[in-house]
């Protein structure tokens, strides 16, 4: 539609056509039947419409398919969300971007290639991803519930998969059907996620196919063998370190009779997190240790008398000369106190004594006399330090892929070079940013969306 607005046959004003577009984007989220013919009712007598009649048929030509694109008459299909828009444009992006590396100069024997092993290749790596748990994005997703967005108080339980569960900022009641994973709010009567499946999850503790991480050992390795086409593990491998606590119920029918998920004790997925750090900073630090040569001729009593001796040995130091070990002892003591881990503190006691910045900094005062390097390290540019990036590592997350669209300046699209207007020696011309291909950034611009193949379609 605003592809239509935007052309010249269609003689819409360029101050109109964001209105216009706004009116036939009300049809498409129309909440029920009645709510669409009385919204097409009101299109129709718009006063900015009656000056368009070429609009008026257009409209009129479309809404005899409204079955294709009006929303309330999808409630009844389980789309999960989605319409087939957004799983072509997925999978194609995966295409341009994972698989041609957004790149075109490939002919028909490499396309094809590629297409039989890279993309083969992605999907693998990503099954095997979600069946390791080894996610980012999925739990920074606007679907989790988060504090204050649901009471988890609140929510009832009334069968073995449905839940009812209190909306925060209207006070209606919404059913919802783990099993099924739908709900009857807006977003998740067709089946997708919502954030009142998340909060029944999140208390229960009940698996459902909408939300990842899965903790279910079943899931995890239904997603593996669909990778690798393989079932040569044993059904534990995919199990939790507490396999007493990892009883997750599983959804099979019984006779005629469905049977849903039952919500027996598991262990809160925060707590076998948190559980499992602590053996991963355990595990680090045993690690950390192997390899050292540590004296270990003395015995336990005799090196704990010597720990005494040394302590007594600063006491008596900074009791008799408490100007000079003050400073000394007070930077000691903290940073014994900002040492957290077993590795560190490991570490600190190895490498005790041994280098000093004494000498060094003694000789660089004297100066270099005889020419030679007097220091451990080769100097360099005091720019070329300003200059290092670090490519991984701290707590900032890596900036990657496409920039962000605001980030980008608008280009002009309709900047003509004026007669006469001498061009700069050594200076390059610049090319035009191709135009924006989202639709929700156009409007707001109110200009015309870039050019696909698929635009005259």
Request: positive net charge; hydrophobic residues 30%.
């Amino acid at each position: 539609m605003w592809r239509w607005l935007w052309d010249a046959h269609s003689g819409i004003r360029k101050q109109d056509r964001p209105y216009l577009l706004r009116l036939f984007k009300s049809l498409v989220y129309a909440e029920s039947l009645g709510d669409l013919n009385a919204r097409q009712d009101h299109l129709a007598n718009d006063e900015i419409v009656r000056k368009y009649p070429k609009f008026r048929a257009h409209v009129d030509t479309v809404y005899q398919r409204r079955e294709a694109w009006a929303l309330c008459l999808h409630k009844e299909l389980p789309t999960r969300g989605n319409v087939t828009n957004n799983f072509v444009e997925s999978a194609m992006r995966i295409i341009k971007e994972k698989v041609f590396q957004r790149l075109k100069a490939y002919n028909v024997t490499q396309a094809v290639h590629f297409l039989c092993t890279r993309m083969e290749d992605y999907y693998i790596r990503r099954l095997i991803d979600v069946a390791n748990n080894r996610m980012a994005n999925p739990s920074q997703s606007k679907y989790n519930a988060r504090d204050g967005d649901v009471n988890l108080d609140n929510i009832v339980k009334e069968g073995d998969t449905s839940f009812t569960v209190p909306s925060a900022s209207s006070g209606r009641l919404y059913h919802v059907d783990i099993f099924l994973g739908t709900c009857t709010c807006p977003i998740g009567i067709t089946g997708g996620p919502c954030k009142h499946q998340s909060a029944v999850t999140k208390k229960f503790h009940v698996e459902s196919t909408n939300f990842l991480p899965t903790f279910s050992p079943n899931l995890r390795k239904m997603y593996y063998i669909i990778a690798t086409g393989r079932d040569d593990i044993p059904d534990d491998w995919f199990a939790s370190l507490h396999n007493a606590d990892d009883q997750v119920p599983s959804n099979e029918h019984q006779g005629d009779d469905m049977m849903g998920p039952s919500t027996s004790s598991i262990q809160d997925p925060q707590i076998r997190a948190i559980e499992s750090l602590g053996l991963q900073r355990s595990f680090d630090n045993s690690f950390s240790q192997r390899g050292r040569r540590i004296e270990t001729s003395v015995g336990d009593e005799d090196l704990s008398q010597k720990l005494h001796n040394f302590v007594d040995t600063l006491t008596t130091k900074l009791r008799e000369d408490g100007d000079s070990f003050r400073g000394p002892l007070t930077k000691f003591v903290r940073r014994v106190e900002n040492i957290t881990t077993d590795s560190t503190l490991i570490s600190a006691l190895v490498t005790f004594g041994k280098y000093s910045g004494y000498a060094v900094s003694k000789k660089a005062k004297r100066g270099n006399r005889s020419g030679l390097q007097t220091s451990t390290q080769i100097g360099v540019q005091p720019t070329a330090v300003s200059r290092r990036k670090a490519a991984l590592g701290g707590r900032r997350a890596l900036i990657t892929g496409r920039p962000v669209k605001i980030n980008q300046k608008e280009h002009g699209y309709a900047k003509v070079q004026k007669r006469g207007s001498a061009v700069k020696r050594g200076v390059l011309p610049q090319n035009p940013r191709p135009a924006s291909h989202s639709l929700s950034h156009c409007v707001e611009s109110n200009v015309t969306l870039g050019k696909r193949h698929s635009a005259g379609h």
